[in-house]
């Protein structure tokens, strides 16, 4: 394959837009207890102010400011118990100048009162009387009505993926249910006469297949869920007829290895057998992982990934992670980032952009990230990888103590 036949990153973009920019996204309702995870296809809002009361932040005595003002150790100011403010009750009474209720952290202030004095810094001296020792500023230790957020203020817009955090803004504003976007349903397809499935002891010149759980690790972790995952071996007429009867059952095929120009290497010739259009990417501008292929069968997207587990990973990053974010989820967030310093120089790619496994290392100044050097095909570079940083394809390569973005795994 030569480099001018392939497509850079931003051509196969286009062609993804092209082919599958119509797909309507499809949605279900969950309840906030499942709602974690999942890409919302509403957008939700504040129902109410809040607080919808003033409220203390502090536990002590709602007092009127301008009483405790001059107020010390020496001096303080006496003010008259009015009574107690009871959690979700309120107080009826309106609160006069000097008067002190106490209300615990959390209660509703009286009306009348314009401040709370922290319990530290009174002194009850009976049943009627407190002594306080610090003046407080009007609104001190309160949380006034929409402090914290007003009514019909935008929490979470269409495509926001929940966080866990997320859940109780949720039920702040009454969603006990949501709309969120379908997962896509995806199948995946190790192929090699060399592998066997992970819970076999290879032969000689076998190897336990990697990519089909790794593949579908990160496919969960982006939000799809797992219809399938199988190995076979290079056998055409098998692998063609188990990935047309995936394509029925799933949204998104992958394929791992079969996709360079080897003698065996049929994934492209099997998806241009599956269904019209077929094929419409075969190499990408891309290190490691330029002999990928992706074909549209049909309408449902299929992508021929390199055999290489790092290659597999690195393609996934930057083509299906996406795709299957903006295509499904209407999501453009991408991978969560640090800033970091390389600690050595980097070498690029010729007219490819690279993808650089790297270790993390925090520092009193900052992070570092330490390039891998492992040869092709070399599995213990995911193990020790905490990210990877992207290498543009018109840069000759990175010098040591260059600032970088490293994308987290």
Same mark, same amino acid.
């Given at each position: 394959?030569?480099?001018?036949?392939?497509?850079?990153?931003?051509?196969? &973009?286009?062609?993804?837009?092209?082919?599958? +920019?119509?797909?309507?996204?499809?949605?279900?309702?969950?309840?906030?207890?499942?709602?974690?995870?999942?890409?919302?296809?509403?957008?939700?809002?504040?129902?109410?102010?809040?607080?919808?009361?003033?409220?203390?932040?502090?536990?002590?005595? /709602?007092?009127?400011? =301008? *009483?405790?003002?001059?107020?010390?150790?020496?001096?303080?100011?006496?003010?008259?118990?009015?009574?107690?403010?009871?959690?979700?009750?309120?107080?009826?009474?309106?609160?006069?100048?000097?008067?002190?209720?106490?209300?615990? %952290?959390?209660?509703?202030?009286?009306?009348?009162?314009?401040?709370?004095?922290?319990?530290?810094?009174?002194?009850?001296? *009976?049943? &009627? %009387?407190?002594?306080?020792?610090?003046?407080?500023?009007?609104?001190?230790?309160?949380?006034?009505? +929409?402090?914290?957020?007003?009514?019909?203020?935008?929490?979470?817009?269409?495509?926001?993926?929940?966080?866990?955090?997320?859940?109780?803004?949720?039920?702040?504003?009454?969603?006990?249910?949501?709309? #969120?976007?379908?997962?896509?349903?995806?199948?995946?397809?190790?192929?090699?006469?060399?592998?066997?499935?992970?819970?076999?002891?290879?032969?000689?010149?076998?190897? &336990?297949?990697? !990519?089909?759980?790794?593949?579908?690790?990160?496919?969960?972790?982006?939000? /799809?869920?797992?219809?399938?995952?199988?190995?076979?071996?290079?056998?055409?007429?098998?692998?063609?007829?188990?990935?047309?009867?995936?394509?029925?059952?799933?949204?998104?095929?992958?394929?791992?290895?079969?996709? =360079?120009?080897?003698?065996?290497?049929?994934?492209?010739?099997?998806?241009?057998?599956?269904? *019209?259009?077929?094929?419409?990417?075969?190499?990408?501008?891309?290190?490691?992982?330029?002999?990928?292929?992706?074909? !549209?069968?049909?309408?449902?997207?299929?992508?021929?990934?390199? +055999?290489?587990?790092?290659?597999? #990973?690195?393609?996934?990053?930057?083509?299906?992670?996406?795709?299957?974010?903006?295509?499904?989820?209407?999501?453009?967030?991408?991978?969560?980032?640090? =800033?970091?310093?390389?600690?050595?120089?980097?070498?690029?790619?010729?007219?490819?952009?690279?993808?650089?496994?790297?270790?993390?290392?925090? %520092?009193?100044?900052?992070?570092?990230?330490?390039?891998?050097? /492992?040869?092709?095909?070399?599995?213990?570079?995911?193990? &020790?990888?905490?990210?990877?940083?992207?290498? +543009?394809?018109?840069?000759?390569?990175?010098?040591?103590?260059?600032?970088?973005?490293?994308?987290?795994?």
């Amino acid at each position: 394959m030569k480099l001018l036949n392939v497509d850079s990153l931003a051509d196969v &973009r286009e062609k993804l837009s092209s082919h599958f +920019g119509g797909m309507t996204l499809k949605t279900e309702s969950v309840g906030i207890d499942d709602a974690a995870g999942r890409y919302i296809a509403e957008e939700i809002h504040a129902d109410m102010d809040m607080p919808q009361f003033r409220r203390s932040v502090v536990d002590g005595y /709602a007092v009127c400011a =301008s *009483d405790t003002f001059g107020a010390g150790d020496a001096m303080p100011a006496f003010l008259n118990i009015a009574g107690t403010v009871e959690m979700g009750s309120i107080y009826e009474d309106k609160m006069r100048p000097g008067e002190a209720v106490y209300v615990p %952290t959390g209660g509703m202030i009286p009306d009348g009162a314009d401040a709370m004095v922290m319990i530290e810094f009174v002194d009850k001296l *009976d049943e &009627r %009387t407190v002594a306080v020792y610090k003046p407080s500023a009007p609104n001190s230790g309160i949380m006034n009505i +929409g402090d914290d957020f007003r009514k019909d203020e935008l929490f979470f817009a269409r495509g926001h993926r929940l966080k866990p955090k997320d859940i109780g803004m949720l039920a702040a504003c009454g969603k006990t249910g949501i709309l #969120v976007y379908r997962k896509p349903l995806v199948s995946i397809i190790s192929t090699g006469d060399e592998l066997v499935d992970a819970s076999e002891t290879p032969g000689p010149g076998q190897i &336990r297949d990697i !990519n089909g759980r790794t593949l579908a690790a990160f496919a969960k972790a982006a939000g /799809a869920e797992i219809q399938d995952v199988r190995v076979f071996r290079d056998d055409f007429d098998a692998c063609r007829t188990h990935a047309a009867k995936q394509l029925e059952n799933s949204d998104i095929v992958l394929i791992s290895g079969g996709s =360079s120009a080897g003698n065996k290497d049929m994934t492209a010739a099997l998806i241009d057998s599956l269904g *019209d259009p077929g094929v419409i990417t075969h190499g990408i501008a891309i290190k490691p992982g330029k002999p990928t292929i992706i074909g !549209n069968v049909g309408g449902k997207p299929v992508f021929g990934l390199p +055999g290489h587990p790092v290659s597999a #990973v690195a393609v996934f990053a930057a083509v299906v992670e996406p795709f299957i974010k903006s295509r499904y989820f209407g999501s453009s967030d991408g991978p969560v980032s640090v =800033s970091a310093s390389v600690t050595e120089n980097i070498h690029a790619g010729e007219g490819r952009e690279t993808y650089q496994m790297v270790i993390l290392e925090k %520092t009193g100044s900052g992070w570092l990230a330490e390039p891998i050097r /492992a040869k092709s095909g070399a599995i213990s570079q995911l193990m &020790r990888a905490d990210g990877y940083i992207r290498i +543009g394809s018109l840069t000759e390569g990175i010098e040591a103590g260059t600032a970088v973005e490293v994308f987290l795994l």
